[in-house]
C-alpha cells in the first residue's frame, strides 16, 4: 500500500485492460467495463484522481459548461451527490470525484506517479506489452489499451527558455501548489495569454494583486457566467429528471443539455427580433454561442452580426478607450467562436481598475524575458514579481505521441503521425493499433464538443465493442485502413463546410483539423452505425 492506501504496483500487472489516466475518461472506462468483468488497472502519472481537476487549481478554476452538462452519467455517483453551484469551481469539482471514488471504488485499481513510456501489440499472444517508467516492475500487459490521456493537463512549454531567465516566481496553471498558500497580495503579477485559465485567473487575482497586466494575443469572446441557470435545471431539479437530461446531450450539436441551434437563420428574422433573441441568449452565457441562429458558422455576415452584439456588450463595459479596443476591437481578428469560448463574472469591468492593464502582444510582442521582467518587441520593459503563463494546453496528440505507442510494424506513433497524417476510426481507434482505444482523441468531438457527453458516449461505445469481442471469442480488432480513409475525408468535408477553417486555433494542426465539427448530435449517429456490424473492422477470432 502507498501513502493514500492504494494498491501497490506489484500486484495485478497482467489486467485485461490498461486504462492511461485517472480523469473524467479513465473513471468512466473503468465504470464500464469492469461492469463487464473485466479486470482494470489505471496508470496515472500524477499523485491522485481528476485529471483536469487535479492539475488544474489555480485560483479561479471553474468548469464553463454547467451541471446537469458536465456530469458523468454513472448513476452511482450522480443518484446520492447533491450540487451546491450550477458551475462549480475546483473544490466542489474535486469533491465530487472523491465522492465518485468512495461510490464505485477508483483508487483501489490506481497505479500512481507512473507514466506510460511504451506499448507494442503482441500479434502472437494478442496481448499489448506495455512499459512505464522507473522501478524494477515497469511492465505490464493486457488485452484492451485505452488512452484516456484527457486534453487540458499537458501544457504548452514554447515559453519556458526564455521563462528560465526570471529570477521572480513563476506559476503555470497546470502546476498550482497544491498545499502552498500563495500569497501575491503585494506583487507585480504578469498574466501571459487570455484563454479560459487565463481569463479566470486574472478575473480572481485582479482585485487582489498590487498591479496585474495581462499579455493578450488576441481577443476573448467570454459571455455571462449565468446567475440563473439555463435549460430549466438548477440544483433543486429532481434527481429522477436527470437521466432525460443525460440524454438530451446526445441529441444536441454542443452535447449541453437542452441547448440547440435556433432553426431560423439570423436574417431570416426582423431586426428587433433577432435583437431580441441576441439578448435572450447573451443573457445565458453559452447559448449565445452554441444556441444561436443556425448559420453561425456557416455564414461570414451572420457571424459577423453576432461578433457586432457581443462587442456592443463587452465595449460598454471598458471605460478606457485603448483597453477597449484591444479587448474587444470594432474589427474582429478572428470569427466569433472559431476559438473556445470561456465564461466570465466581472472580467472585463476589471480592466476599469486602475492596478489592471492589458498589453497587444499581437501588434507589441514578447521578445524577451529578463531576470526581472517582461520586454516587448518595440524595446519597452516591464517589471514583474510573478509571470504567470496561461497559453494553454496540447489537446492530446502531444501527449499521445509521448507514450511510446508502436504500431504493428514497430513504427512509432509521432513518426506515423509526422509521415502520413493523423488518421482514426471514429476518432476512437487506429488501423495499426489492434484492441487500442482512445477517448477525447484526435478526430472525436474532442473539445469541439462537451467533453463529459463525449466521454460518454465513447466508453459506452468501446464496452459495447468489447462485450461483442468477448461474447463471439474475438482475440482482436483493429479498423481496416478503408474505413479509417473514410472517416478521415468525413472529417475534412466537415471541416472545410465551416467557416471557421480560416481560423488558426487549439482546433487545428498545420491547417487540417484535429476535432470532428459536425457537432456530438451528428457524430453519435456515426458511432451507433460503426457498431452495428465489423465491417468496419479486421478480426481475429479465438482457434480452439
Given at each position: 500500500?502507498?501513502?493514500?492506501?492504494?494498491?501497490?504496483?506489484?500486484?495485478?500487472?497482467?489486467?485485461?485492460?490498461?486504462?492511461?489516466?485517472?480523469g473524467?475518461?479513465?473513471?468512466?472506462?473503468?465504470?464500464?467495463?469492469?461492469?463487464?468483468?473485466?479486470?482494470?488497472?489505471?496508470?496515472?502519472?500524477?499523485?491522485?484522481?481528476?485529471?483536469?481537476?487535479?492539475?488544474?487549481?489555480?485560483?479561479?478554476?471553474?468548469?464553463?459548461?454547467?451541471?446537469?452538462?458536465?456530469?458523468?452519467?454513472?448513476?452511482?455517483?450522480?443518484?446520492?451527490?447533491?450540487?451546491?453551484?450550477?458551475?462549480?469551481?475546483?473544490?466542489?469539482?474535486?469533491?465530487?470525484?472523491?465522492?465518485?471514488?468512495?461510490?464505485?471504488?477508483?483508487?483501489?485499481?490506481?497505479?500512481?506517479?507512473?507514466?506510460?513510456?511504451?506499448?507494442?501489440?503482441?500479434?502472437?499472444?494478442?496481448?499489448?506489452?506495455?512499459?512505464?517508467?522507473?522501478?524494477?516492475?515497469?511492465?505490464?500487459?493486457?488485452?484492451?489499451?485505452?488512452?484516456?490521456?484527457?486534453?487540458?493537463s499537458?501544457?504548452?512549454?514554447?515559453?519556458?527558455?526564455?521563462?528560465?531567465?526570471?529570477?521572480?516566481?513563476?506559476?503555470?496553471?497546470?502546476?498550482?501548489?497544491?498545499?502552498?498558500?500563495?500569497?501575491?497580495?503585494?506583487?507585480?503579477?504578469?498574466?501571459?495569454?487570455?484563454?479560459?485559465?487565463?481569463?479566470?485567473?486574472?478575473?480572481?487575482?485582479?482585485?487582489?494583486?498590487?498591479?496585474?497586466?495581462?499579455?493578450?494575443?488576441s481577443?476573448?469572446?467570454?459571455?455571462?457566467?449565468?446567475?440563473?441557470?439555463?435549460?430549466?435545471f438548477?440544483?433543486?431539479?429532481?434527481?429522477?429528471?436527470?437521466?432525460?437530461?443525460?440524454?438530451?446531450?446526445?441529441?444536441?450539436?454542443?452535447?449541453?443539455?437542452?441547448?440547440a441551434?435556433?432553426?431560423?437563420?439570423?436574417?431570416?428574422?426582423?431586426?428587433?427580433?433577432?435583437?431580441?433573441?441576441?439578448?435572450?441568449?447573451?443573457?445565458?452565457?453559452?447559448?449565445?454561442?452554441?444556441?444561436g441562429?443556425?448559420?453561425?458558422?456557416?455564414?461570414p455576415?451572420?457571424?459577423?452580426?453576432?461578433?457586432?452584439?457581443?462587442?456592443?456588450q463587452?465595449?460598454s463595459?471598458i471605460?478606457?478607450?485603448?483597453?477597449?479596443?484591444?479587448?474587444?476591437?470594432?474589427?474582429?481578428?478572428?470569427?466569433?467562436?472559431?476559438?473556445?469560448?470561456?465564461?466570465?463574472?466581472?472580467?472585463?469591468?476589471?480592466?476599469?481598475?486602475?492596478?489592471?492593464?492589458?498589453?497587444?502582444?499581437?501588434?507589441?510582442?514578447?521578445?524577451?524575458?529578463?531576470?526581472?521582467?517582461?520586454?516587448?518587441?518595440?524595446?519597452?520593459?516591464?517589471?514583474?514579481?510573478?509571470?504567470?503563463?496561461a497559453?494553454?494546453?496540447?489537446?492530446?496528440?502531444?501527449?499521445?505521441?509521448?507514450?511510446?505507442?508502436?504500431?504493428?510494424?514497430?513504427?512509432?506513433?509521432?513518426?506515423?503521425?509526422?509521415?502520413?497524417?493523423?488518421?482514426?476510426?471514429?476518432?476512437?481507434?487506429?488501423?495499426?493499433?489492434?484492441?487500442?482505444?482512445?477517448?477525447?482523441?484526435?478526430?472525436?468531438?474532442?473539445?469541439?464538443?462537451?467533453?463529459?457527453?463525449?466521454?460518454?458516449?465513447?466508453?459506452?461505445?468501446?464496452?459495447?465493442?468489447?462485450?461483442?469481442?468477448?461474447?463471439?471469442?474475438?482475440?482482436?480488432?483493429?479498423?481496416?485502413?478503408?474505413?479509417?480513409?473514410?472517416?478521415?475525408?468525413?472529417?475534412?468535408?466537415?471541416?472545410?463546410?465551416?467557416?471557421?477553417?480560416?481560423?488558426?486555433?487549439?482546433?487545428?494542426?498545420?491547417?487540417?483539423?484535429?476535432?470532428?465539427?459536425?457537432?456530438?448530435?451528428?457524430?453519435?449517429?456515426?458511432?451507433?452505425?460503426?457498431?452495428?456490424?465489423?465491417?468496419?473492422?479486421?478480426?481475429?477470432?479465438?482457434?480452439?
Open positions: 500500500m502507498d501513502r493514500h492506501g492504494h494498491q501497490s504496483t506489484n500486484r495485478a500487472l497482467s489486467p485485461d485492460v490498461i486504462i492511461i489516466g485517472a473524467f475518461a479513465g473513471i468512466s472506462a473503468l465504470y464500464h467495463l469492469r461492469k463487464l468483468g473485466l479486470t482494470c488497472r489505471i496508470v496515472e502519472r500524477g499523485e491522485d484522481i481528476g485529471g483536469v481537476w487535479y492539475w488544474n487549481r489555480y485560483p479561479g478554476a471553474r468548469v464553463d459548461s454547467g451541471i446537469p452538462s458536465y456530469v458523468l452519467n454513472i448513476p452511482e455517483c450522480w443518484e446520492s451527490w447533491t450540487w451546491t453551484e450550477l458551475f462549480p469551481d475546483h473544490n466542489e469539482m474535486s469533491k465530487f470525484v472523491n465522492h465518485c471514488d468512495r461510490q464505485i471504488g477508483i483508487r483501489k485499481d490506481t497505479i500512481f506517479a507512473k507514466s506510460v513510456t511504451g506499448a507494442r501489440f503482441d500479434s502472437c499472444s494478442a496481448r499489448w506489452e506495455v512499459e512505464l517508467d522507473g522501478g524494477d516492475e515497469a511492465r505490464m500487459s493486457c488485452k484492451y489499451l485505452i488512452c484516456a490521456v484527457g486534453t487540458t499537458h501544457r504548452y512549454k514554447r515559453m519556458d527558455k526564455m521563462l528560465d531567465n526570471f529570477h521572480g516566481r513563476v506559476y503555470f496553471p497546470s502546476l498550482w501548489p497544491q498545499r502552498a498558500n500563495v500569497d501575491l497580495g503585494r506583487q507585480d503579477v504578469a498574466v501571459i495569454g487570455t484563454g479560459s485559465s487565463g481569463l479566470q485567473i486574472v478575473q480572481e487575482l485582479g482585485p487582489r494583486v498590487k498591479s496585474l497586466t495581462v499579455y493578450q494575443r481577443y476573448h469572446a467570454a459571455l455571462p457566467l449565468p446567475m440563473s441557470p439555463f435549460g430549466g438548477d440544483h433543486r431539479t429532481p434527481k429522477d429528471s436527470l437521466p432525460a437530461l443525460f440524454e438530451s446531450r446526445k441529441t444536441t450539436p454542443s452535447g449541453l443539455a437542452m441547448v441551434p435556433q432553426s431560423k437563420g439570423t436574417f431570416e428574422v426582423s431586426d428587433s427580433e433577432r435583437h431580441q433573441m441576441f439578448e435572450e441568449l447573451y443573457a445565458k452565457g453559452l447559448p449565445y454561442w452554441v444556441g441562429f443556425k448559420d453561425l458558422t456557416t455564414n455576415e451572420a457571424n459577423r452580426a453576432a461578433y457586432d452584439f457581443w462587442a456592443r463587452t465595449r463595459r471605460q478606457d478607450p485603448r483597453k477597449r479596443d484591444i479587448i474587444a476591437p470594432l474589427e474582429p481578428t478572428y470569427p466569433f467562436g472559431a476559438k473556445r469560448i470561456g465564461l466570465e463574472c466581472g472580467y472585463f469591468d476589471l480592466f476599469n481598475r486602475n492596478n489592471v492593464d492589458v498589453i497587444d502582444t499581437s501588434a507589441n510582442s514578447i521578445a524577451a524575458i529578463t531576470g526581472d521582467g517582461i520586454v516587448l518587441k518595440d524595446g519597452t520593459s516591464h517589471r514583474h514579481d510573478v509571470i504567470i503563463p497559453m494553454g494546453y496540447d489537446l492530446g496528440n502531444e501527449i499521445i505521441k509521448s507514450l511510446g505507442l508502436r504500431d504493428t510494424e514497430n513504427t512509432p506513433v509521432d513518426q506515423l503521425w509526422s509521415t502520413d497524417g493523423i488518421r482514426t476510426f471514429v476518432g476512437i481507434m487506429h488501423h495499426g493499433y489492434p484492441n487500442m482505444f482512445m477517448i477525447c482523441g484526435p478526430q472525436s468531438p474532442g473539445e469541439q464538443g462537451n467533453v463529459p457527453t463525449c466521454i460518454d458516449i465513447q466508453a459506452t461505445w468501446i464496452a459495447e465493442t468489447v462485450h461483442k469481442m468477448e461474447e463471439e471469442q474475438i482475440v482482436s480488432i483493429r479498423p481496416k485502413s478503408q474505413s479509417a480513409e473514410e472517416w478521415n475525408t468525413k472529417v475534412h468535408e466537415v471541416y472545410n463546410q465551416d467557416y471557421y477553417a480560416s481560423t488558426r486555433s487549439r482546433y487545428t494542426e498545420s491547417g487540417n483539423p484535429l476535432f470532428y465539427g459536425g457537432g456530438i448530435d451528428r457524430y453519435y449517429a456515426e458511432l451507433k452505425n460503426a457498431g452495428k456490424t465489423w465491417d468496419h473492422f479486421e478480426i481475429v477470432k479465438h482457434t480452439p
